[in-house]
């Protein structure tokens, strides 16, 4: 059993798979574990780090592999390189990518989508979604705190006293309740909102203020399921309108609302980032998915005429690559696990498995998935020409006309 860590091959991505630590853990089910040399640089693991930890180092490390462990989704020119059959793990971003799917489909691998870890007990430990939530949540802060340019607590002095630092998080998810946690201990005074009524409690117990029209239509606005309900128009300007008088107070917002395999939702309208002062920040978490703040761009700080910067950091758990690299590698870890008969320490995938059937993609060639079942492998290349000096297949020869049976 041959489980390969490789190089990250997309720009701009610090993070790497596996750790010495998921190596050691591997190895102690009868793994043979290789890892491509500088595969973990950028997340502060040395090569020597992994080969003492038992791995071993080859540039063609997922040649043979039986599983893939990565942080992104394998690039076609990737995909050469892996034998049919094999298990790739990684967060896949499918929604949208059909022809990406074809073409793992295409290369016969088992490909898993970690994203789409159930959210249950028993996979808690598995959820990547939330590992790395957790940590851009606390990042979102971190920077929006740098870009602020003013102290975040109060504080007296003998000079005089600097105000508290006012932050708005929107969205009370994974993210969210983070960078509420985070702001609090920094001493900003932090307010939240969330469509979400049970959100209320967990925005208080952080001891942040909660932010919402709290009428009967927000207090029935949940299923029973934990999912919240599509509100009245009234209700939605209503809110709308309360958001709007409540960010102009804000020194700080922080954005972190995402739908999966959909746009990010407009939350900040231009007209809400004009309304704040000089120096305001805005973090957007949700800039790579179209942006909750108009006027957000991938990768960049913009400045507004009225001197608001709108953070739009790509990768923000990339932001803190040796801790969320370590998180990650243990969620790879406690899903393959599930894969490993420990007795006979081989792989065999339990395709049965409520997990297993929820998180994978693609087999024997075919997109299987049943969210992503229009994604089918891309057609195949056309038939070569003939080399110079080699006459190509003959022709069928074509049947004789017939005799005319007329005079």
């Given at each position: 059993?041959?489980?390969?860590?490789?190089?990250?091959?997309?720009?701009?991505?610090?993070?790497?798979?596996?750790?010495?630590?998921?190596?050691?853990?591997?190895?102690?089910?009868?793994?043979?574990?290789?890892?491509?040399?500088?595969?973990g640089?950028?997340s502060?693991?040395?090569?020597?780090?992994?080969?003492?930890?038992?791995?071993?180092?080859?540039?063609?490390?997922?040649?043979?592999?039986?599983?893939v462990?990565?942080?992104?989704?394998?690039?076609?020119?990737?995909?050469?390189?892996?034998?049919?059959?094999?298990?790739?793990?990684?967060?896949?971003?499918?929604?949208?990518?059909?022809a990406?799917?074809?073409?793992?489909?295409?290369?016969?691998?088992?490909?898993?989508?970690?994203?789409?870890?159930?959210?249950?007990?028993?996979?808690?430990?598995?959820?990547?979604l939330?590992?790395?939530?957790?940590?851009?949540?606390?990042?979102?802060?971190?920077?929006?705190?740098?870009?602020?340019?003013?102290?975040?607590?109060m504080?007296?002095?003998?000079?005089g006293?600097?105000?508290?630092?006012?932050?708005?998080?929107?969205?009370?998810?994974v993210?969210?309740?983070?960078?509420?946690?985070?702001?609090?201990?920094?001493?900003?005074?932090?307010?939240?909102?969330?469509?979400r009524?049970?959100?209320?409690?967990?925005?208080?117990?952080?001891?942040?203020?909660?932010?919402?029209?709290?009428?009967?239509?927000?207090?029935?606005?949940?299923?029973?399921?934990?999912?919240?309900?599509p509100?009245?128009?009234?209700?939605?300007?209503?809110?709308?309108a309360?958001?709007?008088?409540?960010?102009a107070k804000?020194?700080?917002?922080?954005?972190?609302?995402?739908?999966?395999?959909?746009?990010?939702?407009?939350?900040v309208?231009?007209?809400?980032?004009?309304?704040?002062?000089a120096?305001?920040?805005?973090?957007?978490?949700?800039?790579?998915?179209?942006?909750?703040?108009?006027?957000?761009?991938?990768?960049?700080?913009?400045?507004?005429?009225?001197?608001?910067?709108?953070?739009?950091?790509?990768?923000?758990?990339?932001?803190?690559a040796?801790?969320?690299?370590?998180?990650?590698?243990?969620?790879?870890?406690?899903?393959?696990?599930?894969?490993?008969?420990?007795?006979?320490?081989?792989?065999?995938?339990?395709?049965?498995?409520?997990?297993?059937?929820?998180?994978l993609?693609?087999?024997?060639?075919?997109?299987?998935?049943?969210?992503?079942?229009?994604?089918?492998?891309?057609?195949?290349?056309?038939?070569?020409?003939?080399?110079?000096?080699?006459?190509?297949?003959?022709?069928?020869?074509?049947?004789a006309?017939k005799?005319?049976?007329?005079?």
């Amino acid at each position: 059993m041959r489980i390969a860590i490789p190089r990250e091959t997309e720009g701009g991505e610090p993070r790497v798979a596996g750790t010495p630590d998921t190596v050691k853990r591997l190895m102690a089910l009868g793994a043979e574990v290789v890892v491509e040399p500088g595969a973990g640089l950028s997340s502060g693991i040395i090569d020597a780090d992994y080969a003492a930890a038992g791995a071993s180092l080859s540039a063609d490390a997922v040649k043979g592999a039986d599983v893939v462990l990565k942080v992104r989704r394998p690039s076609a020119a990737e995909l050469k390189g892996y034998k049919a059959g094999a298990v790739v793990l990684a967060t896949m971003d499918p929604y949208g990518n059909e022809a990406a799917l074809g073409a793992m489909a295409a290369a016969g691998v088992s490909a898993f989508a970690m994203e789409l870890m159930p959210r249950i007990t028993r996979a808690q430990v598995m959820d990547v979604l939330s590992s790395q939530a957790n940590l851009a949540g606390y990042r979102a802060v971190i920077d929006g705190a740098g870009e602020f340019g003013r102290a975040l607590p109060m504080m007296m002095t003998a000079a005089g006293t600097v105000p508290a630092a006012k932050i708005f998080v929107m969205g009370a998810g994974v993210a969210g309740l983070q960078a509420i946690a985070t702001a609090r201990r920094l001493g900003a005074v932090v307010t939240a909102t969330d469509v979400r009524p049970a959100a209320k409690e967990q925005v208080e117990s952080l001891g942040a203020k909660f932010v919402a029209v709290m009428d009967d239509e927000f207090k029935q606005a949940e299923t029973a399921a934990g999912y919240a309900k599509p509100m009245s128009a009234e209700y939605q300007a209503k809110q709308a309108a309360l958001v709007a008088e409540h960010i102009a107070k804000q020194d700080i917002v922080i954005t972190t609302a995402l739908i999966p395999g959909r746009a990010a939702p407009r939350l900040v309208t231009a007209a809400m980032v004009a309304s704040m002062k000089a120096g305001s920040v805005i973090v957007d978490l949700a800039v790579e998915r179209g942006g909750n703040v108009e006027g957000a761009k991938a990768g960049e700080i913009v400045v507004t005429e009225n001197g608001v910067k709108i953070v739009g950091h790509a990768n923000v758990p990339g932001r803190l690559a040796a801790t969320s690299s370590s998180l990650y590698a243990k969620n790879l870890f406690a899903f393959l696990e599930i894969m490993i008969d420990k007795a006979a320490k081989a792989l065999v995938v339990p395709w049965d498995d409520e997990l297993v059937k929820a998180t994978l993609l693609t087999r024997d060639g075919a997109v299987v998935h049943p969210n992503f079942q229009s994604a089918a492998p891309p057609p195949p290349a056309p038939a070569a020409a003939a080399p110079a000096g080699e006459d190509p297949a003959p022709a069928k020869p074509k049947p004789a006309p017939k005799k005319s049976t007329k005079a």
